[in-house]
């Protein structure tokens, strides 16, 4: 993953590649998808430390003020991904983060079918259409309500595209009938909230430091009247009766369709809320001191197309 990130041309400055090697994407990686090849960890590997960069892109940097910059590349995403039906891939545009994205497509897209490819591109068009969402609102100073911020968290924590990935990560695909059913999609929100809310408490030092609102117990207290400490407990609270709604949703959907598919699916969702949690704790990501001086240092205006 270290050579990938290099030869992609998406870390290159010292300071860019010390704070990735602390990040321990590697590991996340292993923790979250344990069952799969060698080829599809490393292959998700590779994903990892591209949805985290772009990420901080998005967060950190300067093309997070941008909402018109944000549509520019993801229609350049968007014609990258534009060929389910055909497993190659042709990255457009000049940014390294889609020349990086040409190179994971043309290794994920033949692990998979045309459904899927379409489902998966969807969801990355999403994250980056929540983007920009977030851009608009950082320039016009929008805190979002908590039931709004909800939705979209699923989509700017990119956690639809990662959960897409546990179906050819574990050579499995769930039928049209299991993704239209309403018990299916319960469950798979849940456990995507409980995922991206985790996330949240370990990164809020972080992100506060550098003024976001886009975080849940920042956008709780804003709606509450609450300062971040007294913020902080509710989150957990929310975090834990979400937890305990997954298990009930995953029950019902195992009861409705008990079929390999399906249980090698929340065996996955299931991995993914614990890995996500075991990687939190440990990951050097979220305990670095973060200021702009310091986030100048490790970002990479080239990945999208910017400058700092």
Same mark, same amino acid.
């Given at each position: 993953m270290d050579d990938w990130v290099v030869s992609a041309g998406i870390v290159r400055k010292p300071a860019s590649l010390a704070r990735f090697a602390n990040a321990d994407f590697a590991g996340f990686a292993a923790a979250t998808y344990p069952d799969t090849d060698v080829t599809g960890v490393l292959l998700m590997a590779d994903w990892f430390a591209w949805l985290f960069l772009v990420?901080?892109?998005?967060?950190?940097?300067?093309?997070?003020?941008?909402p018109d910059h944000i549509g520019a590349v993801l229609a350049d995403i968007a014609t990258t991904l534009r060929? !389910?039906?055909?497993?190659?891939?042709?990255?457009v545009g000049n940014t390294g983060a889609v020349r990086a994205l040409g190179d994971l497509w043309a290794r994920t897209a033949p692990r998979a079918t045309p459904g899927w490819r379409r489902r998966f591109g969807a969801h990355v068009g999403e994250c980056f259409t929540a983007a920009a969402w977030e851009a608009n609102n950082?320039?016009?100073?929008?805190?979002?309500?908590?039931?709004?911020?909800?939705?979209?968290?699923?989509?700017?924590?990119?956690?639809?595209?990662?959960?897409?990935?546990?179906?050819?990560?574990?050579?499995?695909?769930l !039928?049209?009938?299991? $993704?239209?059913? !309403?018990v299916f999609r319960d469950?798979?929100?849940?456990a995507c909230d409980v995922v991206c809310w985790t996330n949240d408490v370990f990164s809020l030092e972080k992100e506060r430091r550098l003024g976001e609102w886009?975080? $849940?117990?920042?956008?709780?207290?804003?709606?509450?009247? $609450?300062?971040?400490?007294?913020? $902080?407990?509710?989150?957990?609270?929310?975090?834990?009766?979400?937890?305990?709604e997954y298990v009930e949703h995953e029950a019902a959907l195992l009861a409705e369709f008990d079929t390999e598919p399906v249980r090698r699916y929340v065996e996955g969702m299931r991995t993914w809320i614990r890995g996500n949690l075991d990687w939190s704790r440990a990951t050097h990501r979220y305990r670095e001191g973060a200021s702009d001086e310091h986030t100048s240092r490790y970002l990479e205006p080239s990945l999208m197309g910017g400058s700092s």
């Open positions: 990420d901080d892109e998005l967060d950190d940097g300067i093309t997070g003020t941008r060929a !389910p039906d055909d497993a190659s891939a042709v990255p950082r320039v016009h100073d929008v805190v979002p309500g908590e039931a709004v911020y909800v939705e979209r968290r699923r989509h700017t924590g990119a956690i639809y595209v990662c959960m897409d990935l546990i179906e050819p990560m574990r050579d499995t695909e !039928p049209d009938d299991v $993704l239209a059913d !309403p469950a798979l929100d849940a886009h975080n $849940l117990v920042a956008v709780v207290g804003h709606a509450r009247g $609450l300062s971040d400490q007294d913020a $902080l407990p509710l989150a957990c609270d929310m975090i834990d009766a979400r937890t305990a």
